[in-house]
C-alpha cells in the first residue's frame, strides 16, 4: 500500500469552478502535512501546509483529519493558472531525522 | 532559480555510458536529499544526507552511487543503467534533517538509451 494516495485525475473544470482534492496516508506516526505544487516539467513548490483547524491562503484551503488519516484541498473559483499537478506530502520524523513522502498527485486542468 | 542547482538539465546516455548528476545550493543548508519521478508514479527518495553523511539509502540499485563531499554539493554518479531508470531526478536541500521545509532544484531529466 503506498504511504500518500492520490486520485491521479485529471480533473477538467471550468474556470470559475470549486474543486477538491483527497488524499489519505497510511502511516499514523506521520506529523505534518502539506500540498505542494507542480507544473509540467518543473519542480515541486511548497503551496501551503495542512492543520487539524484548518489553513486557508486566498482561494485554497486545506485541511486535515487525523482520525481518519484523510487529508484534502480545496480550490474556489479555479484560475487557468491553477492548471498543475497537486502534491500531497507527508513528513514524518524527529529533530534529527526526517522525510518528506510524496503522493503520486493529482492533476487539475482549469478550461476557459 | 531556485537556489538549488542542478545540472544538466537533460541528459542522454546509453546503457554502457558512466555519467554524474550535480546538485549545489548555497542557502546554508546542511540536509540534501535526491528524489527519483518517474512517470505515473510518486516521488521516491532515494538518499538522504545529513552535514555529508548519508543517513539513507532507499534500497536504490548499486548502479546509482552518491557523493557528498560538503554540505553545499552533492552527486549523483550513474553507471550501467537500464530504460526503466529513465526519470526526472530531483535533488533538495532543508536546513536541517528535522526540518521539512525543502527547496527542491529544477531537476535532471534523464533518459537511457
Known amino acids: 500500500r503506498k504511504e500518500v494516495e492520490q486520485d491521479p485525475g485529471p480533473f477538467n473544470v471550468p474556470e470559475g469552478a470549486t474543486v477538491a482534492f483527497n488524499c489519505t496516508y497510511s502511516?499514523?506516526?506521520?506529523?505534518?502535512f502539506f500540498w505542494y505544487r507542480q507544473d509540467c516539467r518543473k519542480e515541486p513548490k511548497l503551496l501551503m501546509s495542512?492543520?487539524?483547524s484548518g489553513n486557508e491562503d486566498g482561494r485554497f484551503t486545506a485541511q486535515l483529519n487525523r482520525a481518519s488519516q484523510y487529508i484534502s484541498l480545496l480550490i474556489r473559483d479555479s484560475k487557468l493558472s491553477d492548471s498543475a499537478t497537486y502534491l500531497c506530502v507527508a513528513w514524518h520524523g524527529s529533530s534529527n531525522t526526517g522525510k518528506l513522502i510524496f503522493g503520486q498527485g493529482t492533476t487539475l486542468q482549469v478550461k476557459p | 532559480e531556485t537556489g538549488v542547482t542542478q545540472t544538466p538539465r537533460h541528459l542522454v546516455m546509453g546503457m554502457t555510458n558512466k555519467k554524474s548528476l550535480k546538485c549545489e545550493q548555497h542557502?546554508?543548508?546542511?540536509?540534501m536529499y535526491w528524489y527519483k519521478q518517474s512517470a505515473k508514479k510518486p516521488l521516491e527518495l532515494m538518499f538522504v544526507y545529513n552535514f555529508k553523511e548519508q543517513t539513507e539509502n532507499n534500497s536504490v540499485p548499486s548502479r546509482f552511487s552518491p557523493e557528498c563531499p560538503n554540505s553545499s554539493h552533492l552527486f549523483l554518479h550513474l553507471h550501467t543503467l537500464q530504460p526503466e531508470d529513465s526519470a526526472l531526478y530531483l535533488c533538495?536541500?532543508?536546513?536541517?534533517?528535522?526540518?521539512?521545509?525543502?527547496?527542491f532544484g529544477s531537476g535532471t531529466r534523464l533518459t537511457v538509451v
Open positions: 502511516n499514523s506516526a506521520s506529523q505534518s
Open positions: 495542512v492543520y487539524s
Open positions: 542557502l546554508g543548508h546542511n540536509a
Open positions: 533538495a536541500s532543508s536546513k536541517t534533517i528535522g526540518d521539512y521545509g525543502y527547496t
